[in-house]
């Protein structure tokens, strides 16, 4: 059987949707339809760019959607903004979790939030989100988000 370039274009497609520079989307893979477990997440912004927080799609086995995650934002960031916007995402399984991970070939109802920092800050900030899945399992994140500029001054 072959599967010509279209067969290359999409293994390669699956294998960049697991490619996050933020946080690898295991928040969601490695559980069945809870947003997760309370953590500290650092991450790093270089030359004031945007970051995604977290990409939350919480599937069923079958790949149907097991409902959106509310995100609420429990202490504000001072040095940036956020965007929570409901929208279609691509979950990220692991391959651990069989039954999910084929279905992250396509978008499903979800949640992303983003962070973006003010324009010329250099530093640390600091930001706790709330999640609670449909089935009402709530978890707090802290978040450290360091902005660095990509090439460090001489």
């Given at each position: 059987m072959?599967?010509g370039?279209?067969?290359?274009?999409?293994?390669?497609?699956?294998?960049?949707?697991?490619?996050?520079?933020a946080?690898?989307?295991?928040?969601?893979?490695?559980?069945?339809s809870?947003?997760?477990?309370?953590s500290?997440?650092?991450?790093?912004?270089?030359?004031?760019?945007?970051v995604?927080l977290?990409?939350?799609?919480l599937?069923?086995?079958?790949?149907?959607?097991?409902?959106?995650?509310?995100?609420?934002?429990?202490?504000?960031?001072?040095?940036?903004?956020?965007?929570?916007t409901?929208?279609?995402?691509?979950?990220?399984?692991?391959?651990?979790?069989?039954?999910?991970?084929?279905?992250?070939?396509?978008?499903?109802?979800?949640v992303?939030?983003?962070?973006?920092?003010?324009p010329?800050?250099?530093g640390?900030?600091?930001?706790?989100?709330?999640?609670v899945?449909p089935?009402?399992?709530a978890v707090?994140?802290?978040?450290?988000?360091?902005?660095?500029?990509?090439?460090?001054?001489?």
């Amino acid at each position: 059987m072959s599967y010509g370039k279209s067969g290359f274009v999409l293994v390669g497609a699956l294998l960049l949707t697991g490619c996050n520079t933020a946080t690898p989307f295991t928040l969601v893979a490695e559980q069945q339809s809870d947003p997760g477990s309370a953590s500290m997440e650092a991450l790093t912004s270089l030359d004031g760019r945007a970051v995604t927080l977290k990409t939350l799609v919480l599937l069923e086995p079958d790949c149907s959607s097991a409902g959106t995650a509310r995100v609420t934002v429990v202490k504000q960031p001072q040095h940036g903004q956020l965007a929570i916007t409901p929208g279609a995402y691509f979950p990220a399984y692991p391959e651990t979790d069989p039954h999910r991970y084929a279905c992250n070939v396509r978008k499903y109802p979800g949640v992303q939030v983003r962070y973006t920092p003010d324009p010329g800050y250099m530093g640390v900030d600091r930001l706790t989100l709330l999640m609670v899945s449909p089935k009402g399992k709530a978890v707090e994140n802290d978040f450290r988000i360091d902005m660095k500029p990509s090439t460090p001054a001489s």
